[in-house]
Nanobody
Framework: QVQLVESGGGLVQAGGSLRLSCAASGRIFSINAIGWYRQAPGKQRELVATISRGGSTNYADSVKGRVTISRDNAKNTVYLQMDSLKPEDTAVYYC??????????????WGKGTLVTVSS
């Protein structure tokens, strides 16, 4: 009933910037917490950043100071601004949202991911 679509990934040189977006569509009443995760080759999925319904943010130590998570509730969209990118940031980035679905209560959804590749 709810779909998440990430966009904004691509190839960038070290030190460059990217802005990822994740837009939700469907029978959405409201969106609770949102998280950006990433999975690099040979590694498990890991947290990048989260933002609560009230706007509180949390960042992984590996990206703190270089990324900013934000949300636009009117557009059902979350963003991840990434600056000073490093090759170790290369991964598939996934969006996760806790969604209050109309007539179905709280649900959890994942996007299909967007690939970020940072070259040396």
């Amino acid at each position: 009933q709810v779909q998440l679509v990430e966009s904004g990934g691509g190839l960038v040189q070290a030190g460059g910037s990217l802005r990822l977006s994740c837009a939700a569509s469907g029978r959405i009443f409201s969106i609770n917490a949102i998280g950006w995760y990433r999975q690099a080759p040979g590694k498990q999925r890991e947290l990048v950043a989260t933002i609560s319904r009230g706007g509180s943010t949390n960042y992984a130590d590996s990206v703190k100071g270089r990324v900013t998570i934000s949300r636009d509730n009117a557009k059902n969209t979350v963003y991840l601004q990434m600056d000073s990118l490093k090759p170790e940031d290369t991964a598939v980035y996934y969006c996760n949202m806790g969604v209050v679905v109309l007539f179905n209560g709280d649900m959890d959804y994942w996007g299909k991911g967007t690939l970020v590749t940072v070259s040396s």
